[in-house]
């Protein structure tokens, strides 16, 4: 008898050593991205990058993903559309990751896109606009607030009819895959809205001197001016707006200019940034549930580690991935791509940006792009972001805290 | 787009000022290849090593122009030992040292590119001061202060360059080596010490063509790239060797850039430098001024 | 006859190196370096026999790429023909640049062979069907039976044609046009007054070189499912097709072979374990140290070795 008891012992024991070594055999749950912390995108990309190691640390707290160790693989892809095919065939045949997360931004991620389409893989999207368009890849998941060119620029062009009297558009954009995306989309719009072009330019991503196209732009006499560009033009070509001048005619302007979101440049831009009507994501004020008490903890992270101390752009849309996908894994119980891609089409998912639900191509089904007009905005201030107010929002109308004012010129000064 | 005789004036006006930056930034060359007959692609390398040099001074205090000049006598030095060095290595071994020459200089710019973004990465530098960001207005003209001052600097560079080549016995000495090493030799002269005396100026010159370049718009390791085709067009367009035409040359390179980017677009710019160099190359060789 | 044995030897390695490993990386990396191989070898042809030092890679081994990506984007061209329309292209584009700018001494050709570049790259930077400065996504067909996989498909294919680029080195090398070019290499005056047809015979190397650097660039599209105009016409590329014979040795056709497969193995090794950019670190250091202290190549130094006794 004592002998029957000591091998029901040795045979739950037995079992128990083998099935926990199953478990520390599978090793950590392996999630791999190449993120831009070099670069154009850089600032933002750092920022970004804090708040997904964030999420890292608390989910491992809470047990990691399937009882699984969570670990955070990242290399730098400087912003270069050239460098993220290599990094993530790396990714996937070196260092053999689990869960794949594209880069922030458009241009980074495109050429990605056909890589896993190819490989059938899940790729959660990181701030890249209509990246998915050609490719129409069905397991891609967009963590950004708008969809197409209507979601972004339905604020802006509604602004224009609220200053009225609008007739004419300039359109200045970068020859690269966002700029160009919105601008296309943009165009389309305009025309619809008998707006005339009276002029178009796109510009190669390296230009570095704006000089000549402000000119050629304030010498059209546009009454609207449409901005796409990437952080180091914008800075450039705002500082050009305000060497040379854009002229009076002008009642709106900005639109799809990013870079104007980042802490570092808001505060290195300053008073130059007023006017200037331009897209966000989240603005202080703004209720998302759980959203505040993230950027808390984010900001004194932020702060240790020299980053953007604001974080109001990318951060927390860079939490809600962590928050996306452990609930596609914890209800799925699995890491199987295809099961997870099938399940966040049919789910809604909650967030500290909201609730998100996708449509076919991954975009969010109810895009919320904001679209706020910098006033009052004084030089080398940081802390003056933090409350409400510098960021007067237009739109959307849930969000809204003031109207537009214009032209342009006259109520910078 | 429509045509307007306002924009096409400023543009002439703007390439004029770019024009003399560009003369500057291209006159080490001159000397260096042109009278020197060193195939120095690394030449924009030190020059954008240059700028960085000024971007860490700069933010320890200096004004950028001060910086550069400060920069001005180690670079000299700098460019002693890097001709020593070519000599040693090419040209006391012969004929074969100009295809070899070529690669080396390509080596040490990539040696440079790669050392700027290990220290600095591949980010974009400015500098600040009182100059830039402001403009000057001249009737319906806005003109960024920035190019005014590089033009401002470049014109007393070049000036003081000139008057040193033709009026200082050293500046004869070098002009003399190029044209004819032998005579010199038997004048008692050590050419090879004129030589590296010459290359150390056109170094120099391009410690403060680096802090023109930064002050003029952000700088990042990659930039040497583009400024290879500027600086041949040029002094091959000047005439190898010619100090004025050097002048000259940058002036119809700065107004071509600034026409067809105003009436092409940016997307066409960089293809101009290049351009002009293979036409000037097809038909006239040797120049505007040639030797 | 024994080069042919040794040809189709290394050929069949790479099929079983595809067949045996199974990490795809191997042959993501592994394209690469034979790529270089091809273009370090269409370089020596013009660079190496008849020292005409050229920055003008990128330019041919660009239109290639792009000559395969538009084929495959308007015509949905099976990859064997894109090769082909990318060496005609390629080619000619060898042929219009040769007879424009041979007639050019030294450094004179050299930077103009860079101009090349910066034209080439300006002019698909504007071409928006091409994609323009944005770029282009590409959707592979499925690979061709027996390959499971398009990236080992693509690394059996790099190897026969760096077999063949390698053959048609050593053809030149060994014929009459091989001491023609050495003869204009030695000094070109001397060669055009003992009635060496030199202009045709630079013109001819420059258009087989132009070729072969475009076959090189054709599959690149499809490797990556993506190309964009700035690191296509990346003037690494230039620097890479240069170093790689400096480094193995000019004279004969297997040092560019030698010093692409020593230099491009070492590069995807530096990439993969400490960065991208220390990878370019190794090229520059590279062609200083072997440029100044070994004009002959890695060739020249084992020759200066006493191997036999006679």
């Known amino acids: 008898m004592m002998f029957g008891r000591f091998l029901r012992y040795a045979a739950s024991a037995l079992a128990f050593a083998a099935f926990s070594g199953l478990a520390l055999a599978q090793g950590p749950v392996k ?57 993530y065939t790396k990714l996937l045949d070196v260092d053999k990751v689990d869960l794949l997360i594209a880069p922030y931004g458009t241009v980074p991620t495109a050429p990605i896109m056909p890589l896993v389409k190819q490989r ?23 963590n950004s607030p708008w969809n197409d060119a209507r979601s972004w620029s339905q604020g802006f062009f509604e602004a224009a009819d609220k200053l009225g009297g609008a007739k004419t558009i300039a359109f200045l954009a970068a020859d690269q895959e966002f700029a160009q995306n919105l601008a296309n989309g943009a165009k389309q719009i305009a025309k619809s809205k008998d707006l005339k072009t009276v002029y178009e330019q796109n510009y190669p991503p390296a230009t570095v001197d704006f000089s000549s196209m402000i000119r050629a732009i304030r010498n059209a006499k546009p009454d609207i001016v449409y901005i796409m560009s990437y952080p180091n033009d914008s800075v450039a070509i705002i500082r050009a707006v305000n060497e040379i001048g854009i002229g009076p005619s002008v009642k709106l302007f900005g639109g799809g200019m990013v870079g104007l979101q980042f802490t570092p440049i808001m505060e290195s831009l300053g008073s130059l940034l007023n006017g200037v009507v331009n897209y966000n994501s989240y603005v202080p004020g703004v209720k998302y549930p759980g959203i505040e008490e993230f950027l ?54 909650n967030t500290i940006v909201g609730p998100i639900r996708w449509d076919e191509n991954g975009e969010w089904a109810n895009p919320r792009v904001i679209m706020a007009q910098f006033r009052g905005v004084a030089d080398k201030n940081v802390e003056q972001f933090r409350q409400p107010g510098k960021q007067v929002v237009l739109f959307p ?17 | ?197 010459a290359f150390g100026i056109a170094t120099g010159v391009s410690a403060l063509a680096g802090a023109m370049l930064i002050i003029i718009g952000p700088v990042e390791p990659a930039l040497d790239r583009v400024y290879i085709g500027r600086t041949f067009a040029v002094v091959v367009l000047a005439g190898l060797g010619s100090m004025t035409g050097t002048l000259a040359a940058g002036l119809i390179l700065g107004i071509s850039e600034s026409i067809v980017l105003m009436h092409f677009g940016a997307s066409w710019a960089p293809a101009v430098a290049f351009g002009l160099l293979l036409v000037v190359l097809g038909i006239r060789p040797q120049g505007l001024f040639g030797r | 006859m024994r080069f042919w044995i040794l040809a189709v030897a290394v050929f069949l390695l ?30 020596n042809i013009l660079g190496g026999y008849g020292g005409y030092v050229n920055f003008g890679t990128p330019a041919f081994f660009g239109l290639g790429a792009y000559t395969a990506a ?5 015509f949905a061209l099976p990859l064997a023909l894109q090769i082909v329309a990318a060496a005609i292209m390629s080619g000619a584009l060898g042929f219009a640049a040769g007879l424009l700018t041979l007639r050019l001494r030294g450094i004179f050709f050299a930077i103009a062979t860079i101009a090349l570049v910066v034209i080439m790259e300006t002019l698909f930077i504007n071409w928006r069907y091409a994609g323009g400065a944005t770029g282009l996504q590409l959707l592979r ?103 790689s014979p400096m480094i193995g040795g000019t004279a004969h056709y297997l040092g560019p072979v030698i010093g692409a497969v020593l230099l491009s193995s070492l590069q995807q090794i530096v990439t993969v374990t400490i960065s991208n950019e220390v990878n370019v670190l190794v090229v520059g250091v590279m062609l200083v140290v072997f440029v100044v202290a070994a004009p002959d190549g890695i060739l020249g130094l084992l020759r200066k070795i006493p191997w036999k006794r006679s």
């Open chain 1, 31 to 87: 999630v791999g991205m190449s993120m831009p912390q070099t670069g154009p995108l850089g600032a933002g990309g750092k920022a970004a990058l804090l708040a997904l190691q964030i999420w890292v640390e608390d989910v491992n707290q809470k047990g990691g993903l399937l009882g699984r160790k969570v670990e955070f693989i990242v290399y730098d892809d400087q912003t270069n559309p050239a460098l993220t095919p290599s990094i």
């Open chain 2, 1 to 197: 787009m429509e045509f307007s005789f306002e924009l096409l004036f400023e543009a002439v006006v703007f390439g004029i000022l770019l024009g003399c930056f560009y003369a500057a930034v291209s006159i080490g060359l001159s000397v260096s290849f042109g009278l020197l007959d060193v195939p120095h692609v690394a030449h924009p390398a030190i020059m954008v090593f240059g700028s960085y040099c000024t971007f860490v001074l700069a933010g320890l205090g200096l004004d950028p122009i001060v910086a550069g000049i400060v920069l001005m006598p180690p670079f000299f030095l700098l460019g002693m030992v890097v001709y020593r060095f070519y000599y040693e290595a090419f040209e006391r071994r012969g004929s074969d040292a100009g295809v070899r020459g070529i690669a080396f200089f390509f080596g040490v710019a990539l040696i440079i590119e790669v050392g700027l973004i290990l220290g600095f990465g591949v980010d974009q530098r400015t500098v600040e001061a009182a100059y830039i960001g402001k403009a000057f207005s001249v009737g319906d003209m806005r003109i960024p202060m920035r190019f005014v001052v590089a033009f401002g600097v470049a014109l007393v560079l070049m000036t003081a360059l000139t008057l040193y080549m033709s009026k200082t016995f050293t500046g004869r000495a070098i002009k003399a080596v190029a044209q004819d090493e032998q005579a010199l030799r038997l004048m008692g002269a050590n050419p090879m010490r004129i030589k590296q005396w």
């Open chain 3, 14 to 43: 790479a099929v079983l190196a595809a067949v045996m490993l199974k990490n795809e990386y191997y042959f993501f990396a592994g394209y690469t370096v034979l790529m270089f191989v091809v273009l370090a070898t269409a370089w």
């Open chain 1, 120 to 142: 059938g893989l899940l790729l959660m999207g990181n701030f890249s606009f209509q990246v998915n368009r050609t490719v129409r890849h069905d397991m891609w998941f967009n």
């Open chain 3, 70 to 74: 538009v084929l495959f984007k308007a």
């Open chain 1, 296 to 349: 808390k903890r984010y900001s004194e992270r932020a702060v240790k580690e020299k980053v953007d101390p604001l974080g109001f752009y990318l951060p927390p849309f860079n939490y809600a991935i962590g928050q996306i996908l452990e609930q596609a894994v914890t209800a799925t119980k699995s890491l199987d791509h295809k099961t997870l891609a099938a399940w966040l089409h049919k789910n809604e998912v």
């Open chain 1, 397 to 413: 109308p849930q969000f809204k805290t003031g109207e537009v004012m214009g032209p342009f010129e006259k109520i910078r000064k």
């Open chain 3, 141 to 243: 067909p499925p690979p061709i039976w027996p390959f499971q996989s398009y990236t080992t498909m693509l690394f059996v294919l790099m190897a026969g044609l760096a077999v063949m680029a390698v053959a048609i080195a050593r053809y030149i090398e060994i014929s009459w046009i091989g001491r023609g070019l050495r003869a204009i290499r030695d000094s070109e005056e001397a060669a055009e007054a003992s009635g060496v047809p030199t202009l045709k015979l630079k013109v001819f190397a420059c258009t087989v070189s132009g070729a072969l650097m475009g076959v090189a660039g054709a599959p690149m599209p499809m490797y990556l499912s993506f190309i964009e105009p700035a690191s296509t016409f990346n003037l690494n590329y230039a620097i890479g097709a240069l170093a």
